[in-house]
């Protein structure tokens, strides 16, 4: 299982990146994946999910991120709108096969992408 993850970028307040997390052998319209990220000097926080249960956010990011998934390009993507500073992070997609609902518990995953760096500043 590979993925890679991809998108990301320099913007400013108020700005909008669309990250992108392909998968390589496994189908992502199948099982959960989660977006993470982690911002310098702190731990790694899940950011949103999406299973056959649907998506969930974190409370930070509710009504300015969408995660969703296209079937044919086997992607998950993360529509980030109206980015702010604290959003700054590096983000990293994951995946298991063994969840069979959405996690935001990284210890969960076994499948991880590399990673894509977010930077809102002005």
């Known amino acids: 299982v590979q993925l890679q993850a991809s998108g990301g970028g320099s913007v400013q307040p108020g700005g909008s990146l669309r990250l992108s997390c392909k998968g390589s052998g496994v189908n992502l319209n199948d099982v959960t994946v989660t977006w993470f990220r982690q911002a310098p000097g702190k731990g790694r926080e899940g950011v949103s999910c999406i299973s056959g249960s649907g998506p969930r956010y974190v409370d930070s990011v509710k009504g300015r991120f969408t995660i969703s998934r296209d079937s044919v390009r086997n992607t998950v993507y993360l529509q980030m709108l109206n980015l702010k500073p604290e959003d700054t992070a590096r983000y990293h997609c994951?995946?298991?096969?063994?969840?069979?609902?959405?996690?935001?518990?990284?210890?969960?995953?076994?499948?991880w992408g590399q990673g894509t760096q977010v930077t809102v500043s002005s």
């Open positions: 994951a995946t298991d096969f063994q969840l069979p609902q959405c996690s935001f518990f990284e210890g969960a995953f076994g499948a």
